[in-house]
């Protein structure tokens, strides 16, 4: 006498798993996730040395003493001038 197991249908080749509750086996690629962390990286660092000095203030730019400061200069008062904050 054959008995059918109790329980839901099991998939082959997925480790005995109920069939549709994993999806297919994933081959994994060695260096694959190294390969798109450093891509990345130097996107990063590309866009930041690109982008840094546009948000940089340009202190000989500055016609009146509150833009003078917003760009990180000195205002002179005597000549109407800004200059770079010496440190």
């Known amino acids: 006498m054959s008995a059918s197991a109790p329980g839901p249908t099991l ?3 997925t480790n005995n798993h109920p069939a549709g ?3 297919a086996p ?3 690629r060695n260096g694959g996730n190294v390969m798109k962390a450093l891509i990345s990286m130097f996107a ?3 866009a930041l040395a690109f982008t840094g000095p546009a948000f940089a ?3 000989t730019k ?3 003493a509150a833009d003078c400061e917003k760009a990180g200069g000195t205002w002179d008062a005597s000549t109407n001038k800004c200059s770079e904050k010496k440190m």
Do not use: E, I, Y
């Open 62 to 64: 500055a016609t009146n």
């Open 57 to 59: 203030g340009d202190v």
């Open 44 to 46: 990063l660092a590309l």
């Open 11 to 13: 998939a082959s080749g």
């Open 21 to 23: 509750f994993f999806p």
């Open 26 to 28: 994933v081959h994994k």
